[in-house]
């Protein structure tokens, strides 16, 4: 009989074990894209997007894993290869994402917008023969190559590295999602510039990813979702990051 209890007991500890461990929810993010999501200097993962996910987490009761930093260009990969269960790094919904992974609801809408040197005068409609930057794989990227068959494009691993050569002058304008732009012209760096022409709507909506399988997962997120917007969390997260709504 204490054998039997006692390898009852190994089942039932077993049992706790595993229900701890589902309840464990890995986030990867990018760590490279603030004000959304970014490293500090204790390499702690901060920003919009990780404070969506830590409420998520929050709401679902579930323990929240960061994971990051991330290589942009390959965290589809990491996602498919469970090294994380979810993605909330500001990416867009498009069809060729669709492909890879499922999406949720959207959790906010982004447009994207020029930005150059204060002063510079450089008309937005007419870029010809100017050096005009993006970050890789983004939908910025994509309206460049697109759209902009004249200039001279150049695109970077990651938004930071754009901004820098921006600010070095290496490339006259940027192409880049409105919202971390504006967050950038407000810093130190970003203060020596600003938005030419009008924002470019190309009707881009943000999503969490989860592997294609992943269903139930994706409503539990959608269900998380619904209820931070209902209770005011997703509000207050907003407004401590910008003056206006971007959900």
């Known amino acids: 009989m204490k054998k039997i209890a006692i390898a009852l007991a190994a089942v039932i500890g077993l049992g706790v074990s595993m229900a701890n461990a589902a309840d464990k929810l890995r986030i990867g993010t990018e760590g490279a894209y603030p004000p959304f999501n970014g490293i500090d200097k204790e390499g702690k993962a901060f920003g919009f997007d990780v404070d969506i ?106 938004q930071e590295n754009a901004y820098l050569d921006l600010a070095s002058g290496r490339v006259e304008v940027l192409v880049s999602d409105k919202l971390p732009a504006y967050d950038w012209l407000r810093s130190e760096q970003g203060a020596g510039f600003e938005f030419i022409g009008d924002a470019i709507d190309v009707n881009d909506k943000i999503g969490i990813a989860v592997r294609k399988k992943d269903d139930d997962l994706r409503m539990k997120l959608n269900a998380a979702l619904k209820a931070i917007v209902a209770n005011g969390t997703y509000e207050k997260i907003n407004a401590k990051y910008f003056p206006f709504s971007i959900f």
């Open 53 to 158: 996910a830590n409420a998520l987490c929050a709401e679902m009761k579930a323990e929240c894993e960061i994971v990051a930093p991330l290589e942009w260009d390959s965290i589809i990969i990491g996602l498919n290869k469970k090294k994380y269960d979810a993605i909330v790094a500001s990416m867009s919904i498009t069809e060729e994402r669709k492909k890879a992974v499922a999406f949720t609801d959207p959790y906010y809408s982004n447009n994207l917008t020029m930005v150059a040197k204060k002063g510079a005068n450089i008309d937005p409609n007419n870029l010809k023969g100017k050096s005009v930057g993006a970050q890789r794989a983004t939908i910025s990227a994509n309206y460049v190559t697109d759209n902009m068959k004249d200039v001279d494009a150049k695109l970077y691993d990651t």
